[in-house]
């Protein structure tokens, strides 16, 4: 039988064992915190990147047509899939033009305002549909993304650098 001080010490190592696990749980959980955080800061700033920099093309083609096409010909030189045109995107990158395109012309249009009273030889037809907002529609876009290909979109701005050692002269 256990002596009443090998008992005490017993107890006292139970608690001790408890306490680190319990620390554990919550180093883990913050970690996780953390971690979230971290990706949803760096994906605002590249949601940023990217909308900020379609919003400038976009501001400066009054034409429609040509400035969407700029804005995906810039995003997607941006993330490294074109150095040239869109007609370079794999057939697999196709259905993105699908979701971006609209982000784009929202774009367009809000660069671009046409006056109620403008008197414009092509107004928007009672048939198109009205344009979305270009923040929530991208991000419905990256849903989507995330959902068909299992990862974020804005994962794809992490390039891989390999180590370049530094060598002086």
Avoid: K
């Avoid at 696990?21 to 915190?33: F, I, K, M, P």
């Avoid at 030189?77 to 990158?93: K, P, Q, T, V």
Wanted: glycine share 2%; net charge negative.
């Amino acid at each position: 039988m256990p002596s009443a001080a090998e008992t005490l010490i017993a107890r006292l190592q139970a608690d001790c064992t408890a306490a680190e696990a319990a620390e554990r749980s919550v180093r883990a959980t913050v970690e996780a915190q953390i971690q979230a955080a971290e990706r949803a800061r760096a994906f605002a700033w590249r949601r940023l990147s990217a909308l900020s920099d379609m919003a400038r093309v976009a501001a400066l083609e009054p034409d429609r047509e040509i400035a969407v096409e700029r804005q995906l010909e810039a995003l997607f030189r941006e993330i490294g899939w074109i150095e040239g045109g869109l007609a370079e995107l794999a057939e697999s990158a196709r259905p993105l033009l699908d979701w971006l395109r609209p982000i784009a012309e929202a774009l367009h249009a809000e660069a671009h305002p046409v006056p109620a009273d403008s008197g414009d030889a092509n107004p928007p037809r009672v048939e198109d549909p009205p344009l979305a907002d270009p923040i929530a529609a991208f991000r419905a876009f990256e849903a989507w993304y995330e959902a068909e290909r299992g990862e974020a979109f804005l994962q794809v701005y992490e390039r891989y650098m390999p180590a370049t050692p530094v060598v002086e002269f």
